[in-house]
């Protein structure tokens, strides 16, 4: 493969931009890349890569989920409120039962888009604010602390196995199970299909409408996991638990190169974009940015990632046309 085809692939350019972000905020702050901060860094990122993943499927349909923060909110507050009633649940169960709450929610938004043919954004809106509203009434209003949970239930996610937290562990076992899931299964292609032509996806006899509910659903079985991890990272559950966290998701989704129009992403690129906030977010408060210069900055990048996608689809549509025609004369 000669460079300059390398130099086109959106996953390749990530990493080289992350390498040369670091090596500067390196100079800066020397410290910065000592390999204890850096496992630090990549773990500050865990819950977003998760997170990014469940929404590329869903934008590889065609489709957007506006509520995974909330659904990532309220299982959180769910599994937490579970743990201080009654402490003597095992972990592993209340790490389930999130899990189940979340893809029951997914699910709820898969069935709206698929049966009543209601249009993502509007469903995904609406459900966000039921789910905080939903909040709010389980929990009256209050906050859980630390000192209402258990300390098992806190202390999971930042156990160490092998040098590393067990919540990067699961984050790495997450962005496995999704690479087998979009490269080894008829469901992981029908995502891609769907989102490249609906109708044509039809005629080879995959359900549009299923396979969207499909994604919503594992949009929200992630979000569920992440619920807890949130919860028991930082001990604390209350109504605005990841609030506007969703615009990060999509960010991450759009720097590692998912398409808004659907059928273009992968998981390598959407764990890279994730990569790549955490690693501005990490950095630019130690060097001492403002935090308006941090969200001017953060802006910008979902701009020119967005530019950078567009010219890149334009591209790719110019090719296929060029294909078809020179197909037509032969």
């Given at each position: 493969m000669k460079p300059g085809t390398l130099l086109r692939h959106r996953e390749l350019i990530l990493v080289f931009a992350i390498v040369v972000l670091v090596a500067l905020i390196a100079l800066r702050f020397p410290a910065f890349i000592l390999p204890r901060n850096l496992i630090r860094v990549f773990d500050d990122t865990a819950i977003l890569a998760m997170l990014a993943l469940g929404q590329m499927l869903v934008i590889l349909t065609r489709c957007i989920d506006l509520s995974m923060a909330a659904n990532l909110a309220l299982c959180g507050m769910v599994v937490a409120m579970l743990n201080a009633a009654f402490p003597d649940i095992p972990i592993p169960l209340l790490i389930v039962a999130g899990m189940g709450l979340g893809a029951a929610l997914g699910a709820a938004n898969g069935l709206l888009v698929w049966k009543l043919d209601m249009p993502s954004i509007v469903v995904t809106l609406g459900t966000m604010t039921i789910f905080r509203g939903a909040i709010f009434l389980l929990a009256g209003g209050q906050w859980i602390n630390a000192h209402q949970m258990s300390d098992s239930f806190k202390a999971l996610p930042r156990n160490v196995f092998l040098e590393l937290p067990v919540s990067t562990w699961i984050t790495v076992a997450v962005i496995g199970l999704f690479a087998l899931l979009m490269g080894r299964t008829p469901l992981g292609r029908a995502f891609y299909a769907v989102?490249?032509?609906?109708?044509?996806?039809?005629?080879?006899?995959?359900?549009?409408?299923?396979?969207?509910?499909?994604?919503?659903?594992?949009?929200?079985?992630?979000?569920?996991?992440?619920?807890?991890?949130?919860v028991a990272r930082y001990a604390v559950a209350y109504v605005d638990i990841a609030g506007g966290f969703e615009l990060s998701i999509i960010a991450a989704c759009v720097i590692g190169g998912v398409s808004i129009a659907g059928g273009i992403g992968t998981v390598a690129g959407a764990v890279l974009g994730a990569l790549f906030l955490g690693v501005v977010n990490n950095a630019l408060p130690v060097i001492n940015v403002s935090p308006f210069a941090q969200m001017a900055i953060s802006g910008a990048v979902i701009v020119i990632a967005v530019i950078f996608n567009a010219r890149n689809e334009r591209k790719r549509g110019r090719i296929i046309l060029k294909k078809a025609e020179a197909e037509a004369r032969a």
């Open positions: 989102g490249v032509n609906p109708t044509a996806s039809v005629y080879t006899g995959i359900d549009v409408g299923r396979t969207r509910f499909f994604a919503f659903t594992i949009a929200g079985m992630v979000s569920g996991l992440a619920g807890y991890l949130w």
